[in-house]
């Protein structure tokens, strides 16, 4: 038994680390290191076994001092703190996920969803053509939040839905999902998809799932979980393809209101708040509605996404370098992105997509916008390469980290 | 020596609890109190001196089995859990302060400030028409965010502006006043106003201290703390004078956006959806602009407020039983409360007030309203009294309990 070294507690008390074996303790330190670090002063004097230990203690009582002994193996030490690491990790990680469902048990964002008419509008679409592959079959529904989808799918003929929610608001939708007498068909399940058990493989997987720039909230990452463990090998995903796009944008409300304002206030020059601005607007992507005369060039694909065969790993990073021609001269402000989701089947004739671009109607996703950190004058013609990267965040997996360059 | 208590600690260790002196050990057991608790098995056997202590350090260690020793004196372990309860609070209270102050480091609170034009035109006419109390004075702005009250001052010939400011955008004020070539005359200091040390008794302090319903951020308080400190017995306060109304409302757009939407979404019966929004709804007052046409009564004062003479603990609770006599028949939704606050002087014969009813043009602060939790039909003539309260946290000062009674 040999003390390795003592620590003066937060507490004003010591602590003495203890190997049992010294053969088994690998950090253990030999005497004549601990002696050499005891008389250059980098620790205090230690203490070679349990009856100095005692005499120690004696002393310290007598004496009216506090103290404190922590005894353990070098291996018990080393297993506490692993222990304690891992836990704290842990509470972290829990910590994001609570407050991700619980972000979902506020009305105001199932409101906000309910209120977009364009979603709305592509989903009921996009089961109404799809009626004779739902008719009679098992669908799941991946977070689904008020039940709507569930319903719809339910009203379009399933013979069973079932609709996992994480957060509390499962209990609302199985109440609604009785008040429209539909609980026969669409079964709540109030909990992570990822820990459901269903009584049977389903045919259909259905989910809301994109957030801002498509993959903000990486819910999509729990979709592909679910469709590996419950769909049929031959199941349909509702949607089933997804795609984000780029496009060189000027922004001359954000310019005027967020820049320019300080030029100028109440007759006092206040451009110094500027240098503010831009560091705020620099450490997270700007979320608008922009509108369609902003874009100065041809959309680009930055990353195309089969909703059937993507894996989870394949969304921890996507990158592309993409080349735009200028089509108008203005002040390129950043770098829009958005996405668009497309669903099985067509509504006369045309395929049917649920479509976030500023050319589109204003959806509650709007658009997502990395600036540059200046208003760089460009022309017809110019052309603008970026590098574009998007890479989940290993410490909230629901936020990615998107940079950008030039 | 006694050990009083021997505890397994968290991490599988043992806590043994000692007192150095028995007559001075408030919490002490007796040794057949002790005795009973071990033979009862309500905790393990207890060692009665150091040499048994040395003993079982012993046999753990030769064991291999970690131990946790914590030796102090009662009064030691006394000091040291009330120290650690002392810091808990401090910490949760600097929390709070810190939260506050980084909240005004943002730039959008300051734009939104400084976009609300019946505020900049009520400071800016007030400062006009005291220019004879201004020049050639001492100021203090208390709070001064970028600085444009400070400025005003200097532009109406204050001798020298005193300008506090807590939170990091003192740094960029300092920057504005001297880009505005005040430096001479505006002096910036980066501190709480509680903290700070001026060379010289004020003649006024200006401030814009009201928050929502008046006294949200509970920033007065901190205003009147200068003025007891810095202000010359006969110096002048900017505003003077603050009154808090109560008039009961009718909410239309409320009531159709966020209750009467659930009816029927796109095709389903959501109304268990309202239980909810109640819910939220009745945790904390709702913040909206309502239009005059909202208003079913006519405006009480709640409390009345002398700039001049009010006191801190005045402020600790505000409480008043109101009666209104209703004008028209609408369902009652709640009490809306807003302030208006008023400078010395007039301007065309008109007292300057900056008022944030439902009836004036509409300012960052909006109106407050506290909800019924239901919608009461009434008729003209019917009267309702109210017993209102608005009581300063004593967990979070910055925030008031709000509570209604009817």
Not at 380 to 399: A, C, K, Y
């Amino acid at each position: 038994m040999i003390l390795q070294r003592v620590e003066v507690a937060e507490d004003g008390g010591h602590v003495l680390y203890v190997s049992h074996d010294p053969d088994e303790g690998e950090k253990e330190i030999s005497q004549e290191e601990l002696d050499d670090l005891v008389s250059s002063g980098q620790i205090p004097p230690l203490l070679s076994d349990t009856e100095e230990v005692a005499a120690q203690l004696k002393e310290a009582m007598q004496s009216g001092n506090p103290m404190e002994l922590k005894l353990f193996t070098e291996e018990k030490r080393r297993a506490i703190e692993t222990a304690k690491a891992q836990e704290k990790i842990a509470k972290e990680q829990e910590t994001y996920s609570a407050g991700y469902y619980e972000s979902y048990e506020k009305v105001e964002v199932h409101e906000v969803m309910l209120k977009d008419t364009p979603r709305n509008y592509a989903y009921a679409t996009a089961i109404e053509k799809c009626a004779h592959k739902i008719a009679g079959k098992a669908v799941l529904d991946v977070g689904c939040g008020t039940g709507i989808l569930s319903m719809l799918c339910a009203k379009a003929g399933a013979r069973v839905v079932y609709a996992v929610e994480a957060s509390k608001m499962a209990v609302t939708a199985e109440r609604i999902v009785k008040d429209n007498n539909l609980q026969h068909i669409v079964k709540v399940y109030h909990c992570p998809v990822e820990s459901v058990q269903l009584p049977e493989q389903v045919d259909v997987i259905i989910s809301e799932w994109m957030g801002f720039y498509l993959l903000h909230e990486s819910m999509l990452q729990s979709v592909l979980k679910a469709r590996d463990l419950h769909l049929k090998p031959d199941g349909l995903m509702m949607p089933s393809k997804a795609n984000v796009y780029a496009v060189p944008v000027s922004l001359h409300d954000f310019r005027r209101e967020k820049i320019d304002f300080w030029d100028k206030v109440v007759g006092f020059d206040m451009r110094a708040v500027q240098d503010t601005v831009w560091e705020e607007a620099m450490s997270a992507p700007l979320i608008d509605v922009i509108g369609p005369g902003s874009m100065m060039a041809k959309p680009q694909i930055f990353a195309s996404l089969d909703l059937h065969k993507v894996t989870a790993a394949e969304l921890e990073k996507l990158s592309a370098t993409l080349k735009f021609t200028v089509t108008k001269e203005d002040d390129l402000a950043g770098i829009c992105c958005y996405f668009d989701t497309s669903f099985f089947g067509t509504a006369n004739g045309v395929p049917i997509v649920l479509n976030t671009s500023p050319e589109s109607p204003p959806t509650h996703w709007k658009q997502t916008v990395c600036l540059l950190g200046v208003f760089a004058r460009v022309k017809p013609g110019e052309e603008v390469e970026i590098n574009l990267n998007m890479v989940q965040d290993s410490f909230n997996p629901r936020h990615y980290i998107i940079s950008l360059e030039t």
